[in-house]
């Protein structure tokens, strides 16, 4: 037969090492699983490997399938990929952040019983076998009968007995043992030469091998370092919540030695924040094929997690804010359902007579404000003083030298108290369904929102207040930038000469003098040096 039983078994061991390592910490898990698990028992998952791996076999029999159809030269070429898969393997070494990260493995899968365990086994085993597949492939299609028998029973005595993990560099020879013993660059060069008087076979191979590298290479070192910027992403975030915690807890060590009662800092670390910041670590532990829904995962959830942690209705009337309120100097729609507005309790407008009709003469004020038609003789300062007499009549207050560029949008006006210097660029938006104050001197850039009004983060909650809505009382303190189309949230306060850099989220407080920006804002660097 020409057969080295020994070469063969030699081949075999080496591909089921090198394809099968990720599947020990797979196994790990299982194994971890099945110590508190009656219905995944040690058995089952053995049972489910071999279904695993049977179906992986059967779909790389195809290599062998297709060399009887088509000449084994070209086959070889596919050689290629486990030389590619030792290159990625590599690379993965050398930005990798922690060689234990593999060991961390969390025990998530979930209790299966009868068959089902058994093809929760199998279903991850080929999930996980696609280096298996890219590997066996070629190297059945370049094997002969008895080759190709030894591999399969070596594999199948290899799959309960996982050695060591090897490096990766034998992928990379394994692929350049498939492609030198299949002699395909000789066919290829070959079968060039013939066709072209010039006999560029060599140039032709050797340009169009290392421009498949390169670009394959490009690719994986793209991934690699995309991978490597997520995991400053998580990183930072989980030093920002960590650091939190450790603040707060010092804090409140100091406190409780000198025999005061410490202090609840705004940023607190919240119940919200620890499961967050729980599960992400749980998710990191993962290693790096997760770091992206850890991403998502942050993404999600950093934008809203104090927002729909802190933020509910009032129980009752607040009579600081009615009498704030007290101090407009236009006409009220008061009633209790406008008292309720104001006090930040749930509301419904449409329960109140006084109120439906003040939004309605409301509307009609911005209407006329938001007239940009020019009359002949007309002047930019006649412009102005045309629509500010018109705002004068809708805002609680509005101070002196203001401009406010149509069009304009506001919900009642009263609740809203503007200082003196103040400028707002076009399409600004303000739903003053709370009191609304800004300070003097402040910028406020196209496209501003300023929303006071929410609802309840959970649907439940949303179908209890029938369609009622709550709102919290927003403050821009004087001299503040607000950049275009940035959105500032119920209950937020904006610190005296603070920046919120456009497109920015506000969801929490400003510090005063400083540069905000990003969904959610986050503080980017104090501006009290430069100021000074």
């Known amino acids: 037969m020409g057969l080295d039983f020994g070469q063969a078994i030699g081949t075999a061991c080496a591909t089921f090492a090198i394809t099968n390592v990720d599947d020990i910490f797979v196994l790990v898990a299982f194994f971890a699983e099945a110590t508190t698990s009656r219905s995944l028992t040690p058995v089952k998952i053995a049972i489910g490997q071999y279904v695993g791996f049977t179906v992986i076999v059967a779909v790389s029999m195809i290599g062998y399938g297709a060399s009887l159809l088509i000449p084994a030269e070209p086959i070889g070429f596919l050689g290629l990929l486990p030389i ?3 290159i990625w393997w590599i690379l993965s070494y050398i930005f990798s952040k922690d060689e234990n990260e593999e060991e961390a493995l969390d025990q998530e899968l979930t209790t299966a019983d009868g068959f089902k365990a058994v093809f929760k086994v199998a279903s991850i085993t080929v999930m996980n076998g696609a280096d298996n597949i890219s590997t066996y492939i070629p190297l059945f299609a370049e094997a002969k009968a008895g080759e190709l ?20 560099f034998l992928y990379v020879g394994l692929g350049i043992f498939i492609i ?5 660059y000789p066919w290829a060069i070959e079968e060039i030469d013939d066709n072209i008087a010039s006999h560029p076979g060599k ?21 690699k370092l995309s991978q490597r910027s997520e995991e400053v992403l998580v990183d930072g975030a989980l030093s920002a919540v960590d650091g939190q ?37 749980a998710q990191r532990r993962r290693g790096a094929s997760s770091r992206h829904r850890i991403k998502a995962y942050l993404t999600r959830n950093t934008s809203e997690f104090r927002f729909l942690d802190t933020k509910m209705a009032a129980s009752s009337k607040n009579q600081e804010r009615i009498a704030e309120l007290r101090q407009s100097e236009v006409p009220v729609p008061w009633c209790d359902e406008f ?21 309605l003469a409301t509307k009609k004020k911005l209407l006329f404000f938001n007239d940009e038609s020019i009359p002949d003789g007309s002047t930019l300062a006649s412009l102005k003083s045309r629509r500010m007499a018109v705002a004068k009549e809708m805002f609680g207050k509005l101070g002196q030298d203001v401009t406010i560029e149509p069009p304009f949008f506001l ?23 709370a009191l609304v104050t800004i300070g003097d001197g402040v910028l406020i850039g196209p496209e501003v929102c300023i929303c006071p009004g929410t609802h309840a ?6 179908r209890e207040a029938q369609g009622t809505s709550f709102a919290l009382p927003i403050r821009i303190e004087a001299d503040c930038w607000i950049g275009a189309r940035a959105t500032i949230l119920p209950g937020v306060t904006i610190g005296r000469g603070a920046t919120v850099a456009a497109g920015a989220v506000m969801i929490k407080d400003v510090d005063a003098e400083t540069l905000v920006g990003g969904v959610p804002a986050r503080f980017i660097r104090s501006l009290k040096s430069e100021a000074a």
């Open 84 to 86: 590619l898969l030792g």
């Open 149 to 168: 028998a030894i591999y399969i029973v070596v594999y199948y005595i290899m799959l309960g007995k996982y050695a060591r993990r090897l490096v990766p």
């Open 180 to 184: 030198v013993n299949s002699e395909c």
């Open 203 to 223: 140039i032709v191979m050797g340009v169009t091998t290392a421009g498949l590298l390169a670009i394959c290479i490009g690719a994986m070192l793209w991934r």
């Open 245 to 281: 915690r450790g603040s707060r807890e010092g804090e409140q060590d100091v406190a409780q030695q000198v025999g005061e009662q410490p202090e609840v800092s705004r940023d607190a670390v919240s119940p919200f924040e620890e499961a967050l910041c729980s599960d992400v670590i």
């Open 339 to 359: 008292e309720k507005m104001i006090s930040g309790m749930n509301f419904n407008t449409g329960n109140s007579r006084e109120m439906m009709e003040y939004k």
């Open 411 to 433: 919900l009642w006006g009263c609740n809203t108290f503007i200082g003196n210097s103040v400028y707002m660029n076009r399409e600004v938006s303000i739903h003053d369904n």
């Open 457 to 462: 983060a959970d649907m439940q909650s949303r």
